[in-house]
Protein backbone atom coordinates (compact mmCIF):
# COMPACT_ATOMS: atom_id res chain seq x y z
CA UNK A 1 0.00 0.00 0.00
CA UNK A 2 1.43 3.37 -1.16
CA UNK A 3 1.79 5.84 1.24
CA UNK A 4 0.51 9.11 1.23
CA UNK A 5 2.23 12.51 1.38
CA UNK A 6 1.14 14.34 4.63
CA UNK A 7 0.11 18.03 4.29
CA UNK A 8 -0.05 20.07 7.44
CA UNK A 9 -0.99 23.76 7.50
CA UNK A 10 0.69 26.03 9.86
CA UNK A 11 -2.07 27.25 12.26
CA UNK A 12 -4.60 24.33 12.14
CA UNK A 13 -5.30 21.89 14.62
CA UNK A 14 -4.29 18.05 13.84
CA UNK A 15 -6.67 14.80 15.29
CA UNK A 16 -4.50 12.07 15.00
CA UNK A 17 -5.46 8.60 15.69
CA UNK A 18 -3.53 5.77 16.44
CA UNK A 19 -3.65 2.01 17.11
CA UNK A 20 -1.57 -0.37 19.15
CA UNK A 21 0.33 -3.27 17.26
CA UNK A 22 -2.70 -5.82 16.83
CA UNK A 23 -4.59 -4.02 18.02
CA UNK A 24 -3.52 -5.35 21.76
CA UNK A 25 -5.06 -4.19 24.67
CA UNK A 26 -2.62 -2.55 26.66
CA UNK A 27 -4.38 0.41 27.73
CA UNK A 28 -6.95 -2.10 29.56
CA UNK A 29 -4.90 -1.72 31.81
CA UNK A 30 -4.88 1.61 34.78
CA UNK A 31 -1.20 1.40 35.12
CA UNK A 32 -0.35 1.59 31.32
CA UNK A 33 -2.82 4.32 31.23
CA UNK A 34 -1.30 6.39 33.22
CA UNK A 35 2.14 5.89 32.35
CA UNK A 36 0.27 7.32 28.88
CA UNK A 37 -0.65 10.33 30.43
CA UNK A 38 2.55 11.03 32.28
CA UNK A 39 4.83 10.69 29.51
CA UNK A 40 1.77 12.70 27.57
CA UNK A 41 2.18 15.54 29.62
CA UNK A 42 5.37 15.25 29.91
CA UNK A 43 6.22 15.79 26.19
CA UNK A 44 3.81 18.37 26.01
CA UNK A 45 6.05 20.66 28.83
CA UNK A 46 8.84 19.86 26.85
CA UNK A 47 7.93 20.62 23.37
CA UNK A 48 4.84 23.24 23.86
CA UNK A 49 2.47 21.97 21.94
CA UNK A 50 -1.25 22.88 22.58
CA UNK A 51 -3.47 20.14 23.53
CA UNK A 52 -7.16 21.05 22.72
CA UNK A 53 -8.54 17.03 23.20
CA UNK A 54 -7.77 13.57 23.82
CA UNK A 55 -9.21 9.98 24.55
CA UNK A 56 -6.79 7.05 24.99
CA UNK A 57 -8.63 3.79 24.65
CA UNK A 58 -7.90 0.26 25.12
CA UNK A 59 -6.22 0.10 21.80
CA UNK A 60 -5.65 3.46 20.56
CA UNK A 61 -5.81 6.68 21.32
CA UNK A 62 -6.40 10.17 19.13
CA UNK A 63 -5.29 13.46 20.19
CA UNK A 64 -6.40 17.03 19.05
CA UNK A 65 -3.38 19.15 18.59
CA UNK A 66 -1.99 22.07 17.45
CA UNK A 67 1.95 22.20 16.56
CA UNK A 68 4.00 24.92 15.65
CA UNK A 69 5.82 24.29 13.67
CA UNK A 70 3.09 22.62 12.35
CA UNK A 71 5.10 19.29 10.52
CA UNK A 72 6.99 18.73 14.14
CA UNK A 73 3.47 16.08 15.06
CA UNK A 74 5.73 13.69 13.98
CA UNK A 75 8.62 13.98 15.48
CA UNK A 76 6.00 14.64 19.05
CA UNK A 77 4.10 11.14 17.85
CA UNK A 78 7.32 9.20 17.81
CA UNK A 79 8.57 10.22 20.93
CA UNK A 80 5.16 9.93 22.32
CA UNK A 81 5.07 6.41 21.23
CA UNK A 82 8.56 5.31 21.72
CA UNK A 83 8.58 6.36 25.77
CA UNK A 84 5.35 4.51 26.15
CA UNK A 85 6.66 1.41 24.26
CA UNK A 86 9.54 1.45 26.74
CA UNK A 87 7.49 1.55 29.79
CA UNK A 88 4.55 -0.73 28.53
CA UNK A 89 7.11 -3.08 28.06
CA UNK A 90 9.17 -2.56 30.95
CA UNK A 91 6.10 -3.17 32.88
CA UNK A 92 4.52 -6.27 30.79
CA UNK A 93 8.10 -8.09 31.03
CA UNK A 94 8.81 -7.58 34.63
CA UNK A 95 5.31 -8.95 35.64
CA UNK A 96 5.73 -11.65 32.77
CA UNK A 97 4.30 -14.57 35.72
CA UNK A 98 1.20 -13.01 35.24
CA UNK A 99 -1.57 -14.48 32.90
CA UNK A 100 -2.47 -11.73 31.15
CA UNK A 101 0.97 -10.19 30.77
CA UNK A 102 2.27 -13.27 28.82
CA UNK A 103 -0.49 -12.92 26.55
CA UNK A 104 0.04 -9.40 26.12
CA UNK A 105 3.79 -9.96 25.53
CA UNK A 106 2.67 -13.05 22.86
CA UNK A 107 0.75 -10.51 21.25
CA UNK A 108 2.89 -7.98 20.88
CA UNK A 109 6.54 -10.18 19.47
CA UNK A 110 7.14 -10.05 16.40
CA UNK A 111 7.31 -12.38 13.29
CA UNK A 112 10.32 -14.28 12.66
CA UNK A 113 10.31 -12.71 9.13
CA UNK A 114 10.27 -9.45 10.71
CA UNK A 115 14.20 -7.75 10.53
CA UNK A 116 14.11 -5.35 13.01
CA UNK A 117 15.89 -4.75 15.97
CA UNK A 118 13.29 -5.90 18.27
CA UNK A 119 11.19 -8.32 19.83
CA UNK A 120 8.40 -6.33 20.24
CA UNK A 121 6.24 -3.77 18.73
CA UNK A 122 3.69 -2.00 21.05
CA UNK A 123 2.30 0.72 18.21
CA UNK A 124 1.28 0.45 14.29
CA UNK A 125 4.44 2.34 12.46
CA UNK A 126 1.70 4.87 11.19
CA UNK A 127 -0.72 7.49 12.50
CA UNK A 128 -2.97 9.23 10.86
CA UNK A 129 -3.47 12.98 10.69
CA UNK A 130 -6.48 15.27 10.15
CA UNK A 131 -6.45 18.71 9.40
CA UNK A 132 -8.94 20.58 11.46
CA UNK A 133 -9.61 23.56 9.73
CA UNK A 134 -12.81 24.89 11.12
CA UNK A 135 -14.94 25.65 14.24
CA UNK A 136 -17.36 22.99 13.16
CA UNK A 137 -14.57 20.55 12.37
CA UNK A 138 -13.05 20.66 16.31
CA UNK A 139 -16.46 20.44 17.70
CA UNK A 140 -17.18 17.49 16.04
CA UNK A 141 -13.71 15.72 16.63
CA UNK A 142 -13.93 16.97 20.35
CA UNK A 143 -17.50 15.31 20.51
CA UNK A 144 -16.40 12.10 18.71
CA UNK A 145 -13.24 11.63 20.95
CA UNK A 146 -15.71 12.32 24.09
CA UNK A 147 -18.54 9.09 22.57
CA UNK A 148 -15.73 7.12 21.69
CA UNK A 149 -16.26 5.22 25.19
CA UNK A 150 -19.72 5.25 25.52
CA UNK A 151 -20.10 3.82 21.31
CA UNK A 152 -17.13 1.12 22.48
CA UNK A 153 -19.84 0.37 25.41
CA UNK A 154 -16.69 0.79 28.48
CA UNK A 155 -18.57 3.26 29.92
CA UNK A 156 -22.52 4.45 30.01
CA UNK A 157 -21.93 8.38 29.85
CA UNK A 158 -18.73 10.16 28.75
CA UNK A 159 -18.30 11.48 32.13
CA UNK A 160 -17.58 7.96 33.30
CA UNK A 161 -14.49 7.56 31.32
CA UNK A 162 -11.46 9.67 33.15
CA UNK A 163 -8.86 9.34 30.21
CA UNK A 164 -10.43 11.79 28.41
CA UNK A 165 -10.47 15.68 27.69
CA UNK A 166 -14.59 15.50 28.57
CA UNK A 167 -13.49 15.64 32.22
CA UNK A 168 -11.98 19.24 31.28
CA UNK A 169 -14.53 20.82 29.52
CA UNK A 170 -17.76 19.70 31.23
CA UNK A 171 -16.81 19.07 34.97
CA UNK A 172 -13.67 21.42 34.75
CA UNK A 173 -11.94 18.15 35.89
CA UNK A 174 -8.23 18.93 35.39
CA UNK A 175 -6.76 16.19 37.80
CA UNK A 176 -5.59 13.47 34.87
CA UNK A 177 -4.70 16.35 32.39
CA UNK A 178 -5.53 20.15 31.71
CA UNK A 179 -6.60 21.49 28.15
CA UNK A 180 -5.29 24.26 26.10
CA UNK A 181 -8.45 26.03 25.19
CA UNK A 182 -8.55 26.82 21.22
CA UNK A 183 -9.07 30.74 20.65
Known amino acids: MPFRKRHYHPGH??????????????FASDHFRGDFVEVLRRLRQETG????????????FH?????EPAD???????????????RVLKGLQENGQYPWCQQMLARLTLP????DESCYRVWQRRFYPFNVYSERKRLEKLNY????????????????????????YYLNDSSILSMDRFI
Open 13 to 26: LQFVTTSTYRRAKL
Open 112 to 115: ATVH
Open 72 to 86: SISSILQELKRQTAF
Open 49 to 60: FRLIGWVLMPEH
Open 145 to 168: MHGNPVKRGLVSSPDQWPWSSFRF
Open 63 to 67: LLIKC
